[in-house]
């Protein structure tokens, strides 16, 4: 069983940074973090694989970071590095992970996922 346990997020004004971390435990392939503001649909934000590959959304790139720690059969972290904040960023941020390639896991529907924590960007 895979398990997803985030923590980080909060408030923070436009320009500022903030970091998000999940613990995974449980076998996985890709990892990621989807956000969903108010009104919106749930889209996806970053991904990493087991080769250390990225992809990012285009509105954060440059801005995001995605990076994770620890040994793939062990309990390991998930992060996602957030600078330049701005309003359009405020959002319920999920960490999640998939046992599949990120193309995948990019498509939303079979992932395991996290709580979700709240970002909040002020102007």
């Known amino acids: 069983q895979v398990q997803l346990v985030e923590s980080g997020g909060g408030s923070v004004q436009s320009g500022g940074s903030l970091r998000l971390s999940c613990t995974v435990s449980g076998p996985t392939y890709c990892l990621g973090w989807f956000r969903q503001a108010p009104g919106k649909e749930r889209e996806a934000v970053a991904t990493?694989?087991?080769?250390?590959?990225?992809?990012?959304?285009d509105d954060v790139k440059g801005r995001f970071t995605i990076s994770r720690t620890g040994a793939d059969n062990a309990k390991r972290t998930l992060y996602l590095q957030m600078n330049t904040l701005n309003p359009d960023d405020t959002a319920i941020y999920y960490c999640?992970?998939?046992?599949?390639?990120?193309?995948?896991?990019?498509?939303?529907?079979?992932?395991?996922w996290g709580q979700g924590t709240q970002v909040t960007v002020s102007s």
């Open positions: 990493i694989d087991l080769n250390g590959r990225t992809t990012y959304a």
């Open positions: 999640t992970a998939a046992r599949a390639l990120c193309e995948i896991l990019l498509r939303g529907r079979d992932n395991f």
